[in-house]
């Protein structure tokens, strides 16, 4: 009996220790760097489809954004500016790829809100976030607001807003890391940045 019970002790201690070890806040993140590799993970699309992410960086040019979640009004604002700016980036010959802790269903939600063209995928146990550099420790007042967006995944963790341009190598070229979530990187200034890195 002792010993089950210091299992269980031990697994509720390494699922706090999971939670700590990310930053406290927005401001202590350590992202990954330009020149770095954004890493290979599964995602899951609006159709609960796993998606390879490498496959899809190595086809073509990619403006990869996280925000936190369609529960977000900023995030909602940044989201249909980018679809505002689309056609020339899609012109430039990039992508663009959302992604957010949100489940399949949530992202559903926020796709026909927006009408948005472009694709949103599910990072909703943060593997792609944290191992960005990007995600920590989300304030007890949003545990209940990811986890519903997130359908009981994620209650732990939210991505600070950011936007990486990568290569065909998934190599990152640019970014922009926003940890006050209500400052976003400008259309004017995503558009200069993609020309000229197309040159």
Known sequence: MKKIICLALLAIGLSVNAQNDLPKSATEIAPLLIGEKIPNVTLKSVENKEVNLTELITKKKTVLVFYRGGWCPYCNIHLAALAEAEKELLDLGYQIIAISPDAPKSLKVTDDKGKLNYLLLSD???????????????????????????????????????VFILNENAEIEFEHITPNYKNRISNDLLIAVAKSLNK
């Open 124 to 162: 909703s146990t943060g593997e792609l976030s944290k191992a960005v550099g990007i995600a920590f420790q989300a304030p007890e007042n949003y545990k209940a607001i990811i986890a519903k967006g997130s359908e009981g995944v994620n209650n732990s963790f939210l991505p600070v807003p950011a």
